[in-house]
C-alpha cells in the first residue's frame, strides 16, 4: 500500500485538466494529495466536481483525503 502513496498522481487521475489543475497547486505524488482535505484543495481553488473525481479515484486505490476535522467548529477556530 505505501508504494502506491510514492507513485505520481497521473497513476491514478486520468484526467488532463484535473492533472494540470494539481500540477498548478504543487500537487505530484499520491501522498501529497492525500494530504489534503477536501475544504483545504477547495480553498487552492479546485471545484468541487473535481474534488469528487479525486476522492472516487483515491478510493477505488483504497485511499482516501484527509478528514476535515476542524470544519465549521469554530470553538476550535478562535
Known amino acids: 500500500m505505501k ?3 510514492n507513485k505520481e498522481v497521473g497513476e491514478v487521475i486520468r484526467d488532463r ?3 494540470q489543475r494539481l ?3 504543487s500537487i505530484h ?3 501529497e494529495l492525500c494530504s ?3 475544504m483545504e484543495l477547495s480553498q487552492k481553488g479546485l471545484e468541487n466536481i473535481y ?3 479525486i476522492i472516487i479515484a483515491l478510493e477505488l486505490n483504497g485511499l482516501d483525503l484527509k ?3 476542524a470544519k465549521k467548529n469554530h470553538f476550535v477556530m478562535e
Open 3 to 5: 508504494e502506491i502513496l
Open 17 to 19: 485538466k484535473l492533472l
Open 23 to 25: 500540477e498548478d497547486i
Open 29 to 31: 505524488t499520491i501522498a
Open 36 to 38: 489534503h482535505s477536501r
Open 51 to 53: 474534488i469528487n473525481d
Open 67 to 69: 478528514p476535515n476535522h
